[in-house]
């Protein structure tokens, strides 16, 4: 069986945390097929762009058509857009795709705050793109925006959503998660229903290109024929598994770097992982079988991989050095 292909719109980024290459990780994890119409290159570290390279909108109008016209595409998602320019064109490439499944998430500030969208570009996406959608998925700083009034509650959420639904004529997910309560919350709205999606809020990861991830996962569950709720909850829990994971990540970096393991005890409070009874009878035991448990549980997330890749790396530069 072939798996089904889903089409994302994007900028690379260098970091490969955000953009198509984090929509690129998504969709292998999730066992569909990605392909890409890139529409900027970013010179990116996590939390600092360097510099916004756009490409020139004809050959973004080349990439979406050829693929369209070769491949079975069953769902779209665009991410970063970059100028307006490049909005217009995707639209007009959009327009003439049957049986849309279009997830917008409308990039417009990244995490580190820089503005990514000029105002001309951003009208563009209320007055063409957004009515396009199957889904748009704004975080709250992109909300505000487009509503032109902060959002400060799980209340004015609901509102929020419900206003941008009616306003675009599309589902919306609008992303709660820099509320910063003791939960993540967003809520999605498609005009006659409004529900939540719950996760525990996991404070102080630094994160970079949850929103790619989030709306990449939605399309990916999209092309396998899911309806948007479930779509949603299966994202969600995606999403905030690569959170957890992040975590585990940072950590194993670190552990793998220390030139004299301390000791087991030690290692495993750090790690978060408890030895069980059987492992404390054997400390030689016990230090393999941390190793091996923090491997598989970092090595079940695709994201994760890549971390462990670079430490793997950092580890044999230092051995050269
Ligand atoms: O996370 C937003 C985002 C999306 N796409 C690209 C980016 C960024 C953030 O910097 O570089 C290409």
Redesign the pocket.
Known sequence: MTPPVVLTI????SSAG???Q?DLKTFTALGVYGLTAIT?I?A?TPGK?SR?QPADPEIVREQIELLLKNFPIAAIKT??LCNAEIVAQVVRTLRKVKRRRLVV?P?MI???G?V?LEPEAIQIYQRDLFPLATLITPNLDEATGLLGHPIRDLAAMHRAARTLATKYGTAVLLKGGHLRGRRAIDVFSSGDRTTEYSATFLPGVKT?????TYSAAIAAELAKGAELPRAIAVAKKIVSSAIRSHFVSEIWTRENLRPQPTSVADRAKRCRVIPNRADNASPARTEGALNREIHSRAMRDPSVRAGLVLSARLRMTIRMA
Do not use: F, K, P, Q
Not at 208 to 212: D, L, S
């Open positions: 994007a900028g690379s980024d955000a953009g198509a984090a900027c970013v990116e762009v916004i991410g970063l998430d990039v990244a995490t580190s820089r990514l970079h290109g949850t929103g790619c």
